[in-house]
C-alpha cells in the first residue's frame, strides 16, 4: 500500500509496518520539527529482522504502526519495496541518523539522554559525540536495562534530567516496547528514539562496515562476519524477511 497524507511524506507499508519515503536530510528535517513541536513522538528504525519480528508480534507491530516515524534502516527494505512497485528514496539509518542529528541539529536547548548498552557505553558514546559539537548538551547516561522492574528507577532518571530527545539502545523489540510503555511518563521527552546497536558503533565498542559495504547493502554480511553468533538474526534478515515479503505481494496484500 502506498499513500501520502497532508505535510506528510509517503509511506510504504511492508508486513503491516508503514516505512517513511525519505531522505537521510528529510529525516533530519523531521526530527528537528518534533524537537520545536509540543507533544512527543516515537522514532523507530526498522530493519528486516524487525519486521519479521513485527509480523509474529502482534504487540510489536502495533508499536510500530503508532510511532510518529520509521525510518529504513535496511537495504533489505528499499528492495522489497521496490519489488513491490513502491519507492524508498534511501537507506536511513539509525546510527547515521543519531550522529548527524547529534553533530549537526542539537545545541543547548534540546538536551539528549543516552539510555541503553552495556555499562559504560552510553558514556563513551556521548564523549565521543560531544567532539563533533561542544554544544551538545549531555542531560544524562545510563545503561539501565529494559527489565520492568528497573522501569522505575530509568523514569526517575530521566524526569531529573530533562532530556528533549531520549535516545534508547535496548535493541529491538525492546526498545520500542520499552519507549511505547513509558513515553508518556517522561514529561520533558519530545522525541524518543530507538537506536539499535549505535552507540556500541559510536563508541567503537563494535566496529561498523566501511562505506562501500554500507553501500553495496552488505552491512549485515559484516555483521554476520564479525559476530557469527547472530546467525538467527541473519537468516530472519536475509531468508525469512523476503519470503514472508514476497507471500504478501502474491497474496495480493
Ligand atoms: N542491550 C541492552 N540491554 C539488553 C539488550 C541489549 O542494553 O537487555 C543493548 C546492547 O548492549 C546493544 C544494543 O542493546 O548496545 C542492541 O544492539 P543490537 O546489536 O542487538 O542492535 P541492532 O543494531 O542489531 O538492532
Redesign the pocket.
Known sequence: MYYTGVQQPARVTLLGVPIDALTQAEALARLENFLKDSGQKHVATPNNEMLVEAHRNARFRDVLQHTALNLPDSTGLLLMARLRGHRLPARVTGTDTMQKMLCALLDERHPVFFL???AG?AQRAAEELKKCNPRLTIAGTF?G??RSEDAQEIIQKINDAQPHLLLV????P?QDLWIAEHLHKLQSVRVAMGV??A??FVAGVQKRAPRFIRTLGLEWAWRFAHEPKRWRRMWKAVVVFPILCLGEMVRGG
Open positions: 541503553g548498552a552495556a557505553v545503561s536495562s529494559p539502545a535496548f535493541g529491538a525492546a539499535g546497536g552507540f556500541d
